[in-house]
């Protein structure tokens, strides 16, 4: 009868289903009646494992591995700790001191083993057993009422470790209405090339400074992926920073600017108090940038946007555009100010195919936008075709040094 092999956990999120699910596996075992051993290790509770995550995981990771080799299984708790369990056979016996000698660190070896391990024979101490599940079930519940009371906890925590779920995102939600947004406001020129080879600046990008943000406030995220869900996080970045906006208008009065926007904010009611606190007069030195993951989620959405926005009378880019897009999409046909066009070094290579060059050349040249101008290809490339609105740190570098000179 098969009972559950380790690799089982690795499907298993890192929260209180983890223990669920071991009580459940405890209870099968002990209705089975076979004698088996199980093992909790508290390595939460050695201090060169408690304080440094990577060599938790390091442990964790070689306690899966001698699990394996012995014919164990693995069970990991949402702190961390871990338990072990072996059909109890001639062999067994050893084991606990086999993994106090080769599988902990020093201070473990040292210390009495009563701190860090805890031995229990089912079916005979199965109570006790269940007992100490609990206990891990009351830390992690209590883990988990704080993080929800807590956004800027949570979001330090090892919960927010990885990509983005729906939690986190809402953790986020929350933590921005606790926090002043404008302090990670960023921006970069759009420039424009003249004929006597200066730049003059167009206009500015306003956004939020994802790595900053990050770096400060939940550094374990992974903020692109998946793709549905960092477009929710950018909607409700738009909505807070419009709402400071709003409030602040007089921050941005009289600046050329662009903004990002999702779809959905456009139809918002902050996106109508935003409207309402920016005279009709000053609408035209500002422009929205939607991005193409709506245009992909929501195609009739995104042109029923470009109308409203057009029709307020601000401008609209289509931004996050890669040139390899171009040979799929109509992009002339859309009523948008601008098209930005993604030039960084990763996408340069797209813009010597032939089919590229000939898509991009059926946009009206002044709506092009080439941003994230990293590299003189790009450049070159651009100004060859016509091109003469560039983003990026490569002209911010190049305005720098004329400015100097």
């Known amino acids: 009868m098969r009972v559950w092999e380790f690799e089982d956990n690795k499907a298993i999120p890192s929260d209180l289903v983890l223990e669920q699910d071991f009580t459940m596996r405890v209870r099968r075992l002990n209705r089975l009646g076979t004698p088996f051993l199980v093992i909790n ?11 440094y995550r990577s060599a938790l995981e390091a442990a964790q990771q070689r306690l899966q591995e001698f699990a394996k080799i012995t014919g164990g299984t693995y069970a990991e708790m949402s702190n961390g700790d871990v338990f072990l369990v072996w059909e109890e056979s001639k062999e067994t016996h050893v084991l606990p001191s086999r993994l106090l000698a080769a599988l902990l660190p020093e201070d473990a070896k040292t210390a009495d083993a009563g701190k860090c391990m805890l031995l ?8 006790p057993l269940r007992e100490r599940i609990n206990h891990y ?50 921006t970069q020129p759009i420039y424009e ?21 990050k770096r400060d406030r939940f550094p374990k995220l992974d ?81 029923n946007a470009i109308t409203l926005l057009r029709r307020e009378g601000f401008a609209v880019a289509l931004d996050g555009i890669t040139p390899d897009m171009a040979v799929y999409f109509n992009f002339a046909a859309f009523e948008a100010d601008f098209i930005k066009i993604n030039v960084s070094k990763e996408r340069a290579d797209q813009l010597a195919d032939p089919s590229v060059a000939e898509a991009l050349s059926k946009i009206p040249k002044e709506k092009l936008i080439f941003f994230r101008c990293d590299n003189e290809r790009a450049l070159k490339t651009g100004l060859a075709m016509g091109v003469s609105k560039f983003q ?7 305005v720098k040094q004329a400015h100097g000179a």
């Open 120 to 127: 229990f024979h089912l079916p005979d101490g199965y109570t």
């Open 392 to 398: 990026g740190w490569l002209i911010d570098d190049a």
């Open 193 to 213: 090339y003249q004929p006597d080879g200066k730049w003059q600046p167009l206009s500015e990008e306003y956004f939020v400074g994802f790595e900053d943000l």
């Open 223 to 303: 903020l692109i992926t998946p793709p549905h869900l960092f477009l929710e996080l950018c909607h409700a970045l738009d909505q807070n920073l419009l709402v400071e906006l709003a409030v602040h208008y007089d921050s941005i009065a009289g600046r050329r600017l662009f903004l990002n926007l999702s779809v959905a904010s456009v139809m918002s009611t902050v996106f109508a108090r935003f409207c309402h606190s920016v005279p009709k007069e000053q609408r035209p030195l500002i422009g929205f940038e939607l991005h193409r993951g709506d245009l992909f989620q929501d195609f009739s959405g995104t042109l």
């Open 41 to 51: 290790l508290m390595l939460t509770a050695i201090d060169s494992l408690g304080k």
């Open 137 to 186: 079930v009351e830390i992690a519940r209590a883990a988990a009422a704080a993080e929800e009371s807590e956004p800027a906890h949570a979001l330090q925590s090892e919960a927010a470790r990885g990509p983005l779920t729906a939690w986190s995102v809402d953790q986020i939600e929350k933590l921005l209405g606790e926090i002043d947004l404008r302090r990670y406001v960023r």
